[in-house]
């Protein structure tokens, strides 16, 4: 907050925001991490982009003094969680998740009062009062390694993305509770479009992620992180790929091949619903006035903040 007049927010935008943001990084010793969801040019001025696993792991390790999270709320939370001492800015504080918003803390304590055996695992899509009350945090990278490592009596609920859930229980054949949360945006793709666009480019990998429903992932040739996805579409020999997951993800993809044809999966109905509408809330101008004015800022109480941190230590250490 800005209560004198000496601290007024800069609102004014310079003519070169790119050089404007670099220098900033400079002044202020500040990281940009972004997700692959981001706007194009959001990604092309950070310094690390990667999937929320890597992201972590690279807020866990940075010497920057200022975090800046080209992301959603969850992420720059976690950076937050690992890092009290440093600032961590997120452009946009509106940018959440609907996977996250789908597990609200209370009716989760209730639901873990109601199996007092079995052990938590949450997927880092979810607030930090969720990895407070969870024993394992999990990345769609980890999730199965994560639950494999599991004595196999041990009784498991998983939270809240109920696809990857499905999906961890399909490769572990290990039977887990499921938190009935999910992505508005991975569950918008349709089946029946995806067949068409499959029998219109025959020789087309279907590349998607695990947080897609059962019936989409049944047509695909790859499934896996986002970086997984491009490591995938890198390594292999094709030419051609259908991209179910957000398509922010395709900027990486064609600018290491710009010679293959990356294809986004189409949403259920006629609308651009396949791109996260959180993500997309941080633009570069937004990205510039966070630095600028080193807000908005994520804060979080001490109690919640030691509480979510084990949890992720331990995924850290599991990956
Ligand atoms: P990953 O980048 O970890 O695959 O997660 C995708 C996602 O939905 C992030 O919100
Ligand atoms: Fe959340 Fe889905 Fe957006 Fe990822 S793509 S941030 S899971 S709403």
């Known amino acids: 907050m800005f209560s004198t007049a000496l601290r007024r927010p800069v609102l004014d935008l310079p003519t070169d925001l790119f050089a404007a943001i670099v ?3 400079r002044e202020l010793n500040a990281v940009i991490l972004a997700h692959y969801y981001q706007e194009s040019e959001i990604q ?20 920057a003094d200022v975090i800046v999270f080209a992301g959603v709320h969850f992420m720059a939370e976690t950076a937050k969680i690992l ?27 209730a639901f873990k009062a109601a199996h007092p055996d079995h052990l938590v695992i949450s997927y880092i899509n979810c607030t930090a009062e969720i990895k407070a009350m969870s024993d394992i945090i999990c990345t769609s990278s ?27 229980i399909q490769q572990t054949g290990r039977e887990m509770l499921l938190w009935q949360g999910s992505c508005i945006v991975h569950e918008t793709f349709s089946e ?13 990998e279907v590349l998607a992620h695990p947080e897609c429903e059962p019936a989409v992932l049944h047509h695909a040739d790859f499934i896996g992180s986002t970086t997984a996805l491009l490591k995938y579409s890198f390594d292999q020999p094709g030419q051609e790929f259908i991209v179910v997951t957000e398509p922010g993800i395709i900027h990486q993809m064609q600018r290491q091949h710009p010679e293959k044809t990356f294809i986004p999966a189409p949403p259920n109905s006629n ?21 600028k004015n080193r807000s908005p ?20 250490a599991m990956s």
């Open 23 to 25: 220098d900033l990084k």
């Open 44 to 63: 092309d001025v950070a310094d690390y982009i990667g999937d929320s696993l890597g992201l972590a792991q690279q807020a866990a390790s940075t010497a």
């Open 83 to 109: 890092n009290p001492d440093k600032q961590v800015l997120l452009p946009d504080l509106a940018a959440g998740c609907s996977l996250a918003d789908s597990c609200p803390p209370d009716a989760f304590a």
């Open 142 to 168: 980890n999730a199965v390694k994560i639950v494999q490592q599991l004595p196999p009596e041990q009784p498991i609920i998983f939270a809240p993305d109920r696809n990857l859930g499905r999906y961890v």
């Open 192 to 204: 029946k479009k995806l067949v068409q666009l499959k029998i219109q480019h025959p020789n087309a």
């Open 271 to 291: 609308c651009n619903c396949n791109e996260c509408p959180f993500m997309r809330l941080n633009t570069l101008e937004k990205l510039y006035l966070a630095m």
């Open 297 to 316: 800022e994520i804060t979080l109480p001490e109690p919640i903040r030691i509480a979510a941190l084990q949890p992720i230590q331990r995924m850290l």
